[in-house]
């Protein structure tokens, strides 16, 4: 059963990702994408980690690409349905995979096969290996355990990956200092976008500050139709 | 066959959970919002659907009180012509009414319907990312109203499409940055866990039982809390586009918005969809809010004990009373509450519920290591005043920058 879905998955990923490059509208090759993401997603699920398929899900399918077809849409895609692709670009889809290829060989050949089968076992023999500074009563060896109070009593049936736990643990106390530092980056890059994107001089998305410069724009000058904004076209109308 | 077994609880718990529960009170919540905005706007409402005895030659119809209406709406949108305008994307335009019902039917698998029935849980997938699956899950039904507003090839579509695409983005920051500080509170990620936690100890909202009883932590906790149910339940009314909100098919600006060439059951499927996130939003409020199929009280442990294996049912029971009673709750909203401007809205989202939210997070984190231990009062103290010169500082800076701008603008004009 599980190598059924795993194939069905693994289908959905490449025939999204074939999408994206054939498809020559791009809210076809966008949705491809989300396709292929959400095959993704479903291939972490399947490995058990289900806390970063479904971040896989939720980051990239449901906010980043929001945002790529937000911006696709509102761009005139008959110039781009009609574009022609030449010879090098051909040459360029044919070269870079092949490059990708030979640096994924030895990447994959050096990948040690040696894997045990995640169940009750693998679980308790996980955790006994666990950081000593992990109390008993945690989560992570509750689940790891699958008893109640942490060390005693294991019990191979009951025991779960407790993935979220594990991750959090991880980014809290070993990795602590370079998230903080990551949180301060993107909030540097947000005030900075705010600051790109914010108009300097009179705030335009302001209906009332729109007809207020318009009126003033319009009595300073003698200019009869002053073509600012639909407010200032409607007022000068009825004047 | 015994690995058919798990096979077929699955499928059973699927089909009924999905299609014999979920998809009846669909239909029949469109119905409750025609009677229920009959009765507030004082008129009758749909009332005389039932069954035509008078076609077989009986002198009386029997009409239930219009209790068939769904059955014939849906006859009536499967009959309609199906017509697609020449000049829409075709592909799209059929795939956008299925993008908008498919994510909301499958978030309401990590929900619990109810505690354990023989030895089962209610629940269709007990996972332990409950309410991050029905997020990046819900997150995926921003898709269908957008790419019908473009598939639609229509300018009235397509503000629709937009306004939907932005207003459900800025709506999911809010809905996710409310939630953390309940999290927080429970230290679990499974819904179940969540729910029975609550069963035990009080609901969210109400935590007035259980072995502490009212303590000074849980009272203190109390009123992030009830913020967070406060942006929560908004948002949830902005992200299925419900009014006040529901600007993407704004009749007074956009005709039909972005099912204005919609027609038949495709249409029907955008209405259905509508519905579906109404009651995926209420479940998820209830169970994270509200106890969940919590009977409340303390009675959960007697029932699980008088009725045994049937206590399953007496609790999905409970849940789909507080389940309607949301949507009734959702309805009225709808027809009492005016629409609101755009700008506001955006107002609202981005000024007033993520900025809210952010500090309702650090006064739960604040409340938690202070009621632990962790925290000494001279800390407390230090962390309360360094916020509140921050805040003051900061806001005295966002004033003299507005007045600034606002001066130099008079000077250019």
Known sequence: MPTILFYLFAILMIAGGICVVVMKNPVSSAMGMIGSFIGLAALLIGLNAYFVGTLQVLVYAGAIMVLFIFIIMLLDLKKEEGKEYGGSSVAASIII??????????????????????????????????????????????????????????????????????????????????????GVLLLVATIGCVTLSKKLHGDATDPDEDQRMAKTLAKSTDIPKVTITANAESSDKKA | MEALIPIIIILAKVIGITFVLTLPIIAYSVYAERRFAAIIQDRVGPNRTGIPLTIFGLKKDISFFGLLQPLADGLKFILKEDFVPSHVNKFFFWLAPALTMVPA??????????????????????????????????????????????ASNNKYSFFGGVRSCAQMISYEIALGLSVIPVL?????????????EQAKNGWLLLPLWGDEGLTTERLLLWFPMIISFFIFTISIFAETNRMPFDLPECETELVGGYHTEYSSM????????????????????VTLFLGGWSIGFGADAWVIETCGNWAGLIHLGVFLVKLVAFILFFILIRWTVPRFRYDQLMKLGWVVFFELALINILITAVIMTWTEGNLSNFELGATIAGVSIFSIVMFYIAKSLEKMLASDAKKEA
């Open chain 1, 97 to 182: 995979p092949i490059i990708f290829i030979l640096i994924m060989i030895p990447v994959l050949s050096a990948v040690n096969k040696d894997f045990t089968k995640l169940d009750g076992h693998a679980l308790n023999a996980a955790a006994e290996k666990l950081d000593k500074n992990i109390p008993a009563d945690s989560h992570i060896r509750k689940a790891l355990t699958g008893s109640s109070d942490g060390s005693k009593n294991v019990d191979p049936n009951k025991a779960t990956l407790p993935d979220v736990n594990l991750i959090g643990q991880k980014l809290f106390t070993e990795y602590n200092f370079p998230l903080q530092i990551v």
């Open chain 2, 105 to 150: 039917l499958v978030t309401l698998s990590v929900v619990p319907f109810g505690s354990s029935f023989f030895g089962e849980k209610l629940v269709i997938a007990d996972v332990s990312v409950g309410p991050l699956m029905i997020f990046a899950v819900a997150s995926l039904s921003v898709y269908g109203i957008t790419i019908a507003g473009w």
């Open chain 2, 184 to 196: 927080m509170h429970f230290g679990d990620l499974n819904l179940s866990n969540i729910v029975a």
């Open chain 2, 266 to 285: 495709k249409f029907a499927l955008f209405f259905l969809g509508e519905y579906a996130a109404m009651i995926v939003g209420s479940a998820l409020i």
